[in-house]
């Protein structure tokens, strides 16, 4: 290539950014694109926004719609991927947001702890006990997706099944333009398949109820309104995915994240009570989701920039949680940096406003049960080879995570 025809340093960290050459580390190309400015032409006419505080106020302004999300990345589906409250806007999002919240209290996810622990030291035992494991298979895909099939009800014999239709559905959340032929049909027969397994479960439970979420979304009714069955379908797709794929990838990340700094896995170790603390302050590191989109839905203005109606941006949360005028030191992992005051900036891992994440606190509880756990029970963790990334681009983590473990000597 001649230098005339070189490839210039935001081009080439727009590429970057989107390439899942670059799923390894994608940070190198967000400080290429906030160095550049708050506001980065992206694909499709998109703005790719890169600081934190102008995806702060697009997260948190209703005026900005995520509704045009499936039309934008997926604009040539044959499979609408969620009928949820996902993509949804008020009043239809605040309808069925208050019906699917009727059955996903904090009192109903707290008296999951217990459980959450249980099977992280099952796992662990395992895992000490094998010496050389891979992290993700052992630990961050089992216990969320265990967690997440125990809430809904759904039968030992069938996580397998979830698994694989949860993979294909993340991996579909990725622009279209992005997936090979071979991706878009694993995606339209992952959600075809969740749709028959589902339908049956409903069915199963409307007539034997059980104390699961299935039972509960089923029943729920708030000012004798209650969730169609595609409503119904649409929201269990999307708390599959969101309870499962997200949380494999904070585990794995964060697992990470201590390996690469043992000075913070030390820390922990001398004070397990960190841990809750780092859960946040490994969201913000290296979150599990890396980007989001809205579109305008009137005249707008962020961060000096007008926007007109119909307008589209790619959050890059991502980016947005690495910028240095929101955090200090943001590349270092600091396990602290939550615990004490004054408060730091918060993180936008799971976004904010109207679509905030449903199951941001199960989510925290099952990395804090790992945390503590890791904290009390690994004396040594030690990585054996460079880990292995998926392609995906939305929900971004690991598929593999080879360590060799050692076991906290016992005075």
């Known amino acids: 290539m001649t230098p005339s025809a070189a490839v210039h ?16 580390d994608p940070y190198p190309a967000y400080d290429v694109l906030r160095a550049a400015g708050p506001f980065v032409p992206g ?37 609408e991927l969620a009928g949820s ?25 707290e008296r999951m702890r217990a459980r959450a622990v249980e099977l992280v030291d099952g796992l662990l035992d395992s895992a000490l006990a094998a010496g050389e494991v891979d992290l993700i298979e052992s630990l961050a895909y089992p216990l969320p997706l265990t967690m997440v099939c125990d809430l809904l009800g759904v039968p030992a ?34 959600v075809q398949d969740f749709a028959a397994l589902f339908t049956e479960l409903i069915g199963r439970r409307r007539a034997h109820p059980r104390q699961d979420l299935i039972t509960a979304l089923a029943q729920v009714e708030a000012d004798r309104d209650t969730l169609s069955e595609h409503e119904l379908l649409g929201t269990l797709l999307i ?43 490994m969201l913000r590191h290296d979150p599990p989701v890396h980007l989001t ?42 396990l602290s940096r939550y615990a004490g005051e004054p408060r730091p900036r918060r993180h936008l891992a799971f976004g904010l406003g109207l679509h905030y994440c449903l199951g941001a606190s199960l989510a925290r509880l099952e990395m804090e049960a790992v945390l503590r756990a890791v904290a009390t029970r690994v004396g040594r963790c030690e990585l054996l080879a460079e880990p292995l990334y998926r392609p995906n681009l939305v929900v971004r983590g690991m598929s593999e995570l080879v360590v060799r473990l050692q076991e906290e000597s016992t005075p």
Do not use: K, Y
Request: proline share 9%; with cysteine; net charge negative.
């Open 157 to 190: 014999g069938a996580h397998a099944d979830v698994r694989r239709m949860s993979a294909g559905i993340a991996r579909g959340l990725d622009p279209d333009a992005l997936l090979t032929p071979a991706e878009l049909d694993a995606r339209t027969r992952a």
């Open 43 to 79: 694909p499709h006419g998109t703005q790719l926004v890169t600081r934190h505080a102008d995806c702060e106020a697009i997260l948190a302004d209703p005026s900005w719609s995520h509704a045009e999300e499936p039309a934008l990345l997926h604009p040539d589906s044959d499979v």
């Open 85 to 109: 409250f996902l993509w949804l806007e008020p009043p239809d999002h605040t309808r069925l947001r208050r019906l699917v919240s009727a059955a996903f209290t904090p009192r109903r996810i």
């Open 9 to 24: 340093p935001v081009q080439q960290a727009v590429v970057d950014a989107f390439s899942p050459a670059a799923r390894h």
């Open 293 to 334: 989109t809205r579109t305008a839905r009137a005249e707008l203005t962020v961060g000096g920039r007008v926007f007109a109606p119909g307008d589209a941006v790619i959050v890059l949360l991502g980016s947005a949680n690495r910028d240095p005028e929101a955090f200090a030191r943001p590349a270092e992992l600091d």
């Open 239 to 281: 708390l599959v995915v969101a309870g499962h794929e997200t949380t494999v990838n904070l585990i794995g990340n964060g697992l990470l994240g201590l390996l690469r700094h043992p000075d913070q896995f030390a820390r922990l170790r001398a004070d397990p009570d960190l841990a809750l603390p780092a859960v946040d302050e």
